[in-house]
């Protein structure tokens, strides 16, 4: 016991936040993960509809299990799965890479700037359809 008389594991327990765990433990000390290179912070991250149930795979950590589950019915910004889950951003891309790799999401990047259409051929376009 330590000299407040809570034990040697106190330190590692904070009553208003709950256990500590240091956000490298959850990805095993990974700081990349393969699929990173597509993980943008607007990047929507899908569940497949073929994924088994992630609670049964033992390969999975519960935030894996927690992504999963809430990108199911609303694809999440790779930001929105960071903010819900209240973990860093680095760590959310390497565990969304770890369960693309697993096929349990898929990732739809966003379209980059350079190959959106001209906003004045979108014009001319509504103004050729309002003339007919």
């Known amino acids: 016991m330590s000299s407040d008389g809570q034990g040697s594991s106190s330190h590692w327990f904070d009553d208003e936040a709950g256990p500590v765990v240091r956000p490298y433990a959850m990805t095993r000390g990974r700081t990349t993960s393969a699929a990173q290179h597509r993980l943008d912070l607007i990047a929507m991250v899908v569940t497949e509809r073929h994924a ?3 609670e049964t795979d033992p390969t999975l950590s519960p935030e894996h299990v927690d992504i999963v589950e809430r990108c199911r ?6 930001a929105e799965l960071a903010a ?6 680095g760590v959310v891309r390497v565990l969304v890479g770890d369960l693309v790799d697993a096929a349990f999401v898929h990732v739809n990047r966003p379209v980059p700037p350079a190959e959106l259409p001209d906003e004045s051929i979108l014009r001319d376009v509504i103004d050729g359809l309002r003339a007919l």
């Open 52 to 54: 088994d149930d992630p």
């Open 73 to 78: 019915d609303t694809p999440q910004t790779v």
């Open 84 to 89: 819900e889950l209240d973990l860093p951003i």
